[in-house]
């Protein structure tokens, strides 16, 4: 039995925040601080970001992509055999948040939540397709909802401050949604997954947790090491595509795309000289759309198949990367 990618979706939001609107706000609501003009954009490289509207939920952009993606699919939610919320973001601490997403799109189906940030999707893809290779299901709806710029720090105290809460001004809200079914034909057929997880906390949100007691100066934002999630670039992910490469006797040529995980301009910059990846099979992203978290893969996927760049017996490479923590590698072929 193989296991295929029956379909892929994602939502963008409509409302957009440039960089100089993010300076802007940290100035108004930093006494003491105002960020250099134009350090966001040296710094990330990002020009725009994607905003969920008030009150919308994580949940609310996985139903946007999954409700597209079923109806392009022509199926109704009661065919949908298990849903898969696999996300960085959620919208409660308990219940998981899939049962908020099954709840609105009408699907009755066994549901849960994977959670590795923004390599949540890949691992999502990874449970599904070990589920479906079981027998225990026939067709897996993964989905995913990134709120990230409800983690932002905007009160800064210091250079410091700004250059530890950098990480949250390039995160952008999206949902993203991907069918995973049994098939005959080829499909996923390689994967792989490593961490080194003695570097937790290169890139984290403090509290809600045992670990950290209330703290309102850094509960709830976004926090990261810039220098540390680069330098895990070029540790982690050479390495890992070179063994899968080997493993599968397979060069980068036979790929039509590499879908790899964009955190920031530099950072890709980074992945494409030491990755031996042509920027030309890349769908480059991060620019216009920002960090998207664990949407970023599937967006990829979304936007080259609407641009015809890729289509049925393309070979896809699926690159993950979460916070310096965890890199994971997809091998799909795509079916009609």
Request: charged share 20%; aromatic share 6%; proline share 5%.
């Amino acid at each position: 039995m193989h296991v295929a990618i029956g379909g892929v979706s994602a939502y963008l939001p409509p409302a957009l925040v440039t960089d100089r609107e993010i300076e802007a706000r940290i100035d108004r609501q930093s006494p003491g601080f105002t960020p250099r003009p134009g350090a966001i954009r040296k710094l990330s490289g990002i020009k725009t970001r994607h905003r969920a509207a008030p009150g919308e939920l994580a949940s609310d952009l996985a139903v946007a992509a999954a409700a597209k993606l079923l109806s392009d699919a022509g199926l109704g939610a009661h065919e949908v055999d298990l849903l898969v919320f696999a996300s960085a973001s959620q919208d409660l601490i308990e219940p998981a948040t899939a049962h908020v997403v099954a709840a609105k799109l009408g699907a009755s189906c066994p549901v849960f939540d994977v959670k590795n940030a923004c390599n949540s999707f890949l691992n999502g893809m990874q449970v599904a397709e070990a589920l479906i290779r079981s027998g225990q299901y026939r067709r897996v709806l993964v989905c995913t909802g990134e709120t990230g710029s409800r983690v932002v720090r905007w009160s800064v105290a210091d250079r410091e401050q700004f250059v530890d809460s950098l990480a949250g001004y390039t995160l952008s809200d999206a949902g993203a949604a991907m069918l995973l079914e049994a098939s005959a034909a080829p499909g996923l057929f390689h994967r792989d997954f490593s961490a080194d997880s003695s570097c937790w906390d290169v890139a984290s949100i403090p509290g809600h947790g045992g670990a950290n007691s209330r703290d309102p100066v850094t509960d709830g934002f976004m926090r990261g090491d810039g220098r540390t999630l680069m330098e895990s670039v070029v540790r982690g992910i050479r390495p890992q595509l070179d063994a899968a490469l080997a493993r599968t006797g397979l060069s980068r040529d036979d790929f039509a795309l590499f879908c790899v995980h964009q955190v920031g301009v530099p950072h890709l910059r980074v992945f494409l000289d030491c990755s031996g990846v042509p920027e030309d099979k890349l769908v480059v992203t991060i620019a216009e759309h920002g960090n998207v978290a664990s949407c970023s893969l599937p967006l990829q996927l979304s936007l080259a198949l609407e641009s015809g760049r890729c289509g049925p017996g393309d070979k896809v490479a699926f690159i993950g990367l979460a916070g310096g923590v965890s890199v994971g590698t997809v091998f799909a072929e795509l079916s009609s």
